[in-house]
């Protein structure tokens, strides 16, 4: 079984940094993605940012420039380290991790893994 935890939330004020942590468990090597998406209060939970086994990067545009997504292997972790915070970056954000159809020899291939979530809190 595949479990993704989440780390690194917290209150910043605006301008701030924070780095967030997601450590993926529970596969054997299989070519998958991993994303950040952010709930913000009281709306939809959007995409952020995402990296693939890769090392392929992909934000959303208010983002380019102020997150960078990272990945260490050795240690199955995702970072998305964050600078200039804005208060519109508070939320809750969530880690998912994506394993695409492929050949049959990944045990975990065609599923979505969401973890927990840890809140962001960026304060004017």
């Known amino acids: 079984q595949v479990h993704l935890v989440e780390s690194g939330g917290g209150s910043v004020q605006a301008g701030g940094s924070r780095t967030l942590s997601c450590v993926v468990s529970g596969y054997t090597y299989c070519a998958h993605e991993v994303g950040w998406y952010q709930e913000a209060p009281g709306k939809d939970r959007d995409f952020v940012s995402s990296?693939?086994?890769?090392?392929?990067?992909r934000y959303e545009d208010s983002v380019k420039g102020r997150f960078t997504i990272s990945q260490d292997n050795a240690e199955n972790t995702v970072h998305l380290k964050m600078n200039s915070l804005k208060p519109e970056d508070t939320g809750v954000y969530y880690c998912l991790a994506s394993f695409p159809l492929g050949d049959g020899s990944c045990e975990v291939e065609g599923y979505n893994y969401w973890g927990q979530g840890t809140e962001v809190n960026v304060s004017s």
């Open positions: 990296i693939d086994s890769d090392g392929k990067t």
